[in-house]
């Protein structure tokens, strides 16, 4: 029986379209070859030395932790509900995925194996830090945009009866209001997805050529945002600063495109 599958376009594009699961399983067969002591390929057999093993497992991690945030990241434009599904459940397998390469790097280490813990746990422990500031950047996005979303009218209303008004050019103040209105939404969308996404990418394209007025508004609106914090202290430090970081990329993107 032929096992090769037969090698067609369709085949080679499903293929890359499902990268993920070959890098976790490529990272897999790294990590588990890493834990053994010889490689036997028919009569032939290869004596693996600590120093490879070691490469191979550091290597399968970093493989692993790639294809399953590649598979969460495929989720990020999902609706909100299920955007925080995928963030628990990519949570919890990357901490599988730590706990059992801590399992097998302590059994090696029992039975006096190979491996010496030292540079592996450091890896681990970096692994564990990450996931730990990726879930709370993330819940201080979404508490962020939860505060942007209540004060979206208010700010619109102090950009109104601001000075910067005279800066336009050949546009009505409401339409420059309803302009800086998608561009607080791409903030939003931004802070929910805990992603830095570009004006372009949502065909928001009113700043070309002409990026000043745009830059002041989102400096004033840090300005008003500041002070709204500072009277009613609803985020914390760290969703504040979120926050303030979001809007910096966005004047970044404004000034570049």
Same mark, same amino acid.
């Given at each position: ?49 600590? =120093? ?44 599988? !995925?730590?706990?059992? /390469? ?39 996005? =979404? ?8 004060? =979206? ?21 409401? #339409? ?20 830095? !996404? ?25 300005? =008003?945002?500041?002070?709204?914090? #500072?009277?009613?202290? #609803? ?11 979001? /809007? ?10």
């Amino acid at each position: 029986m032929n096992m090769i599958p037969n090698i067609t376009p369709e085949f080679l594009i499903k293929l890359f379209e499902n990268y993920q699961f070959i890098t976790l399983g490529l990272g897999s067969f790294l990590l588990v070859l890493g834990a053994t002591e010889k490689l036997v390929l028919r009569n032939n057999s290869w004596i693996i030395s600590s =120093q490879f093993k070691l490469i191979l497992v550091v290597v399968g991690i970093v493989l692993m932790v790639i294809s399953v945030l590649a598979m969460f990241k495929d989720k990020l434009f999902a609706p909100q509900n299920k955007i925080q599904k995928e963030l628990e459940n990519t949570t919890a397998e990357l901490e599988k !995925i730590r706990n059992k /390469i801590k399992y097998l790097v302590e059994s090696s280490n029992n039975s006096n194996g190979y491996v010496s813990s030292s540079e592996l746990t450091n890896i681990l422990e970096g692994m564990e830090n990450d996931i730990h500031e990726f879930q709370l950047r993330f819940h201080n996005s =979404q508490k962020a945009a939860k505060w942007l979303k209540t004060k =979206q009218e208010s700010l619109l209303q102090a950009v109104k009866f601001s000075d910067l008004n005279s800066d336009i050019n050949n546009i009505s103040l409401d #339409d420059f209001r309803a302009e800086i209105k998608k561009y607080i939404g791409l903030l939003i969308e931004s802070l929910e997805t805990s992603k830095n !996404i570009t004006p372009r990418r949502r065909k928001i394209t009113y700043h070309i050529n002409k990026p000043l007025p745009y830059i002041e508004v989102m400096e004033f609106l840090q300005i =008003q945002i500041k002070q709204e914090v #500072d009277k009613h202290p #609803d985020l914390t430090k760290e969703e504040f600063r979120e926050l303030n970081n979001c /809007i910096d990329a966005l004047i970044r993107d404004i000034q570049r495109e």
